[in-house]
């Protein structure tokens, strides 16, 4: 089954969210591997002729919203939420942090790979509606999907 892409891109940078179905084991009837969000970010260099904005995918940073991180990134008490996933030795983290002073209203998305000198970073600055509909609406309607509750 192939899903839909949520994807936003602005100067910095440019994020695309799908959603990576459970997998499941039809005959004994249950699921053997819960799905997630799977959020993709990548820098932007400027624009192209047509003023479209020109996001590098092939330097992306993908990072996979569990259902566990669900609850953590719904938490609206926190100004900053932060997911922190280590696999096979590598490290990832997910940022979403409130814009302060002339920022207030606004969200940074900062999405980093790796430690040290061989850090790679992607922010990508979303408006408060764009934050609304990836937390309140994208994650909100994956969540039943990513447990198998379809």
Same mark, same amino acid.
């Given at each position: 089954?192939?899903?839909?892409?949520?994807?936003?891109?602005?100067? +910095?940078? %440019?994020?695309?969210?799908? =959603?990576?179905?459970?997998?499941?084991?039809?005959?004994?009837? /249950?699921?053997?591997?819960? !799905?997630?969000?799977?959020?993709?970010?990548?820098?932007?260099?400027?624009?192209d002729a047509n003023g479209n904005i020109n996001a590098l995918w092939?330097?992306?940073?993908?990072?996979?919203? +569990?259902? %566990?991180?669900?609850?953590? =990134?719904?938490?609206?008490?926190?100004?900053?939420?932060?997911? /922190?996933?280590?696999?096979? !030795?590598?490290?990832?983290?997910?940022?979403?942090?409130?814009?302060?002073?002339?920022?207030?209203?606004t969200y940074m998305m900062q999405i980093q790979e790796g430690s040290?000198?061989?850090?790679?970073?992607?922010?990508?600055?979303?408006?408060?509606?764009?934050?609304?509909?990836?937390?309140?609406?994208?994650?909100?309607?994956?969540?039943?999907?990513?447990?198998?509750?379809?």
């Amino acid at each position: 089954m192939r899903s839909g892409v949520l994807k936003i891109y602005k100067k +910095s940078g %440019a994020a695309q969210f799908s =959603l990576i179905p459970v997998k499941r084991d039809e005959q004994k009837g /249950y699921v053997t591997k819960e !799905g997630a969000i799977l959020v993709e970010a990548a820098p932007c260099n400027g624009t192209d002729a047509n003023g479209n904005i020109n996001a590098l995918w092939k330097e992306k940073i993908k990072f996979a919203i +569990s259902i %566990a991180d669900v609850a953590q =990134l719904m938490d609206r008490t926190k100004e900053k939420v932060r997911l /922190y996933h280590k696999f096979n !030795g590598a490290s990832k983290s997910l940022e979403f942090q409130q814009g302060q002073g002339n920022w207030a209203g606004t969200y940074m998305m900062q999405i980093q790979e790796g430690s040290g000198d061989s850090t790679k970073k992607v922010s990508v600055p979303l408006s408060n509606g764009e934050y609304e509909l990836i937390m309140r609406l994208l994650i909100g309607a994956a969540a039943p999907k990513l447990i198998g509750w379809d």
